[in-house]
């Protein structure tokens, strides 16, 4: 049964701060004032870099997501195309089975560092169970198989960990029940599942724009920490038109780059895979290490793709990355 929500997530709870009882670095408040120049704070993004670099031995990690449904929602993410109440999004069958193993294969060989599984809320669990042991049967045992589904319950959890899956990705997003249809405890006692049932936990500051104040950001960095996820990193929300904040419009790569910086900063002591999102290649000189390739079924566009999201194949993403001068996985082509 799916995790139904409502209860804090004891340890791993973190206080919802107030703009107010927050206390703010000096380092934080630069970063985050856009009043401030980027050249005052060039030093603070040569300190993220250098950290990241330190923590995960100067490697950069390509996380390759596949979309494998996008069923309306009826959650109501006011950012979300696949949400019913918008009826912006394209809806295509569901990938089958086959079609996703053939992918994941595909990524895995290239030399993908996490293959991603991503389904709108309400997928069925017990599918997920077949597919991750049909896709890490064909991935191997190198390679991270990541969820990126609805609430999980534990036992959920360890039957998904049973099935293959390592890591799932899951956060409290910015504005959680205000721009979302869920609460903070409900996705909260996910994450607890999560680790007790001993699955790895990727956590961004996310889906970042433009009217999020710094105090906002500070929390959702600092949770990172608090429960400690294997990665950290930020995902500016892309404006799709016909959702509710789309008017906002998109944060500037300048922007993301500071937002990257903190999340390091913040973080200092692990969270070794820092992922910005969408790619930005030059975050990757201020704090980030890990880009995302996308394909199929896509929270950020109006339909699915045969392609990759906006042409970011993998084997750009891996190039962007020996770029920044950052060693990446070797691909078994290249064995």
């Known amino acids: 049964m799916r995790e139904k929500g409502g209860i804090a997530a004891g340890r791993h709870a973190m206080p919802e701060a107030t703009a107010k009882e927050l206390s703010v670095s000096e380092e934080a408040r630069l970063l985050l004032d856009t009043t401030v120049s980027d050249r005052r704070i060039a030093h603070l993004l040569e300190k993220a870099d250098g950290m990241s670099r330190s923590l995960a031995d100067s490697r950069g990690f390509v996380w390759a997501a596949i979309g494998i449904d996008s069923t309306p929602c009826d959650m109501g993410c006011t950012f979300c195309s696949q949400a019913a109440r ?11 089975a086959e ?11 290239g030399g993908a560092d996490f ?16 597919l991750g042991r049909l896709t890490r049967d064909r991935i191997g045992s190198d390679i991270h198989l990541v969820i990126n589904t609805g609430e999980m319950g534990f036992e959920d ?3 998904l960990k049973d099935s293959g899956f390592t890591m799932s990705y899951h956060v409290v997003r910015l504005r ?20 007790k049932g001993g699955l790895e936990l990727q956590y961004l500051i996310e889906p970042l724009g433009p009217e999020h104040s710094a105090a906002e950001i500070l929390i959702e960095a600092r949770r990172a920490r608090v429960v400690g996820a294997s990665g950290t990193g930020v995902m500016a929300r892309v404006p799709v ?4 904040l789309a008017r906002y419009g998109q944060v500037s790569d300048a922007y993301l780059k500071r937002v990257a910086a903190l999340a390091r900063l913040e973080y200092p002591d692990g969270g070794r ?14 704090g980030a290490n890990t880009i995302i390739v996308e394909q199929a079924a896509n929270p950020r566009d109006t339909s699915s793709s045969a392609s990759p999201w906006r042409g970011f194949d993998l084997p750009g993403a891996r190039a962007v990355l020996r770029e920044a001068g ?9 064995a």
């Not at 895979?273 to 201020?286: E, K, S």
Request: glycine share 4%; aromatic share 4%.
């Open 157 to 159: 959890v360890r039957v």
């Open 86 to 96: 918008w009826d912006v999004y394209k809806t295509a069958p569901p990938l089958t």
């Open 99 to 109: 079609t996703i193993v053939e992918k994941a294969g595909q990524l895995a060989d």
């Open 115 to 130: 293959v991603v599984l991503r389904t709108t809320q309400h997928y069925p669990l017990e599918v997920l169970q077949r």
């Open 326 to 334: 950052l060693e990446v996985r070797q691909a078994r082509a290249e």
């Open 176 to 195: 959680e029940s205000v721009d979302t249809g869920h609460s903070v405890d409900m996705r909260m006692r996910t994450i607890e599942n999560v680790l």
């Open 273 to 286: 895979h820092l992922c910005v999102h969408p790619p930005t290649p030059a975050t990757l000189r201020c």
């Open 241 to 244: 038109m016909g959702t509710p």
